[in-house]
Structure formats: structure tokens, C-alpha cells
């Protein structure tokens, strides 16, 4: 099976060329695959616990009850 | 102001895919550069950010700051000391079929020897639930005049077939 390939246009000639990527290459965007996925799962994380805060904020507002600090904060802008 | 439209060069990607897309060569003859792409990914998620490097030149030199909507929410961020440009949501592969992340960035004064600024605005497509719109000043701090640029993707997956982009150069008459 062929390595993926990437597109390479030199802007003074007009030439696209298609280059198959090297087995280094290859390996190193399978790393940044991995560490893309765990960014990723991080970020993820981040966005449900936000989402979830202010949701319990705005619970908490509704119902005259004191907010934690954490949930204060994303009120405040 | 810049008032005319040359297009330099455009590339559609083939059925096998590929891993970025890179302009090279890059004449220093216009005022500004305009690069408007149509993006879908190989990832496994709604949203999947273009990742845009100049002159082959990583290290820690470039930041930007976002505007987001995903179709339920509004957000705000910042990015610094990366080694390419987080630039605008493509499509990636949970996205309806077909459909692409379509955007621009405009590059003023890229043969300057300033550090250099974007704009870049984007949306992605799904005629779902989750789509994103977007909004970002980047900045490159390098002074050397932009020869080339590389588009990657942020999951380090292919660009599918039928993904494009073009680079117009952008001045005075």
C-alpha cells in the first residue's frame, strides 16, 4: 500500500506536483495523530465542564442560592 | 486600498487525499495575499481547525485570538506560542457527507518586513445539530517576507478529495 501523498504547487511555475510521504514522515503524522486525539479529548473535557458550570450557575441563580466561586466566574465577562 | 485580483495558483485534491497542501515559490510582487479554501478532513469530529505555517518556519511565533459559534453557544479564546496558525474550522468526517468547512484569510503586507497580521473567517457545514462559525486576528511574529505556506489539518489526518484552495494576489492597479 502506497504512503499517503501531499500537494506541493510552486506559485512561479505553475507546477502541482504530488509527493508520496516518506516512511519518516509517515510515522510522525501517526504521532501527531495521537497527540492530536488527546488534545482533542482534553479541549472536549474542558468545553462539558464549562457547559456544566454554567448550567449549575444559572440553577443556582434561578433559585436564589450562592454560587460557587468557580460557577461566579463564568458569569462574569 | 488594494483593488484588483490575481489568482496565483489553486489545487483541488485527488481521490487519494493528502496530508497538507502547500504553496511554494510565492512571488513577493503584490501588496497582499488572499487564500480561500474549501476544507474537509479525515477526523473523527464536527470540527477540525486548518493548521497554517509560513516559509516552513515553526517554533513558538504564532498566536491568535477566536470568535466561535457552534449553533447552541458563543465563545472566546486565545492561542500563543505555537508552531502554526490555528486558522478556521474545516469539516471533518462526522460532518453530512459531502459538505465542506469554507473560508478565507487575508494576509496584508506579506513581503514586508513587519510582523505579519491575518484576518480569517470560516464556517463548516452540517446540516445537523453542531456546525461552527468563526472568527480570528492572527498574528505571524516574523519579519520576512511570506515565500510559502503549508495547509495542514489539526488531527494530522488527509484532506479529502475535492478540498481546494486558492491563492490570489491582492493590489493597486
Do not use: H
Request: hydrophobic residues 40%; charged residues 15%; proline residues 2%.
Amino acid at each position: 500500500m502506497p504512503n499517503p501523498t501531499r500537494i506541493e504547487i510552486n506559485c512561479e511555475t505553475g507546477v502541482e506536483s504530488i509527493i508520496e510521504l516518506t516512511d519518516a514522515e509517515v510515522k510522525q503524522m501517526e504521532a501527531d495523530q495521537v497527540v492530536a486525539a488527546a488534545r482533542r479529548a482534553e479541549e472536549d473535557a474542558a468545553a462539558t465542564a464549562l457547559a456544566t458550570l454554567k448550567a449549575s450557575a444559572k440553577a443556582k441563580l434561578v433559585a436564589g442560592t450562592p454560587l460557587t466561586e468557580a460557577e461566579a466566574n463564568t458569569l462574569v465577562l | 486600498m488594494a483593488n484588483t485580483m490575481t489568482l496565483i495558483a489553486s489545487s483541488t485534491v485527488g481521490s487519494g487525499g493528502s496530508s497538507s497542501i502547500s504553496f511554494s515559490s510565492i512571488p513577493g510582487t503584490y501588496t497582499d495575499l488572499l487564500l480561500k479554501v474549501s476544507l474537509r478532513s479525515g477526523a473523527s469530529a464536527y470540527n477540525d481547525y486548518v493548521l497554517l505555517q509560513f516559509n516552513s518556519s515553526g517554533g513558538t511565533a504564532y498566536s491568535d485570538r477566536q470568535l466561535t459559534g457552534d449553533g447552541s453557544a458563543a465563545s472566546s479564546g486565545n492561542r500563543s506560542g505555537n508552531a502554526q496558525m490555528f486558522a478556521i474550522a474545516s469539516s471533518g468526517a462526522s460532518n453530512t457527507a459531502s459538505t465542506f468547512g469554507n473560508g478565507e484569510y487575508y494576509i496584508p503586507n506579506y513581503a514586508g518586513s513587519a510582523n505579519k497580521s491575518i484576518s480569517l473567517d470560516a464556517v463548516n457545514e452540517n446540516n445537523g445539530t453542531e456546525a461552527y462559525a468563526n472568527l480570528s486576528a492572527g498574528l505571524w511574529s516574523n519579519t520576512a517576507a511570506i515565500t510559502s505556506i503549508v495547509l495542514t489539518n489539526n488531527s494530522a489526518t488527509n484532506f479529502v478529495q475535492y478540498s481546494t484552495a486558492y491563492l490570489y494576489g491582492v493590489k493597486n492597479a
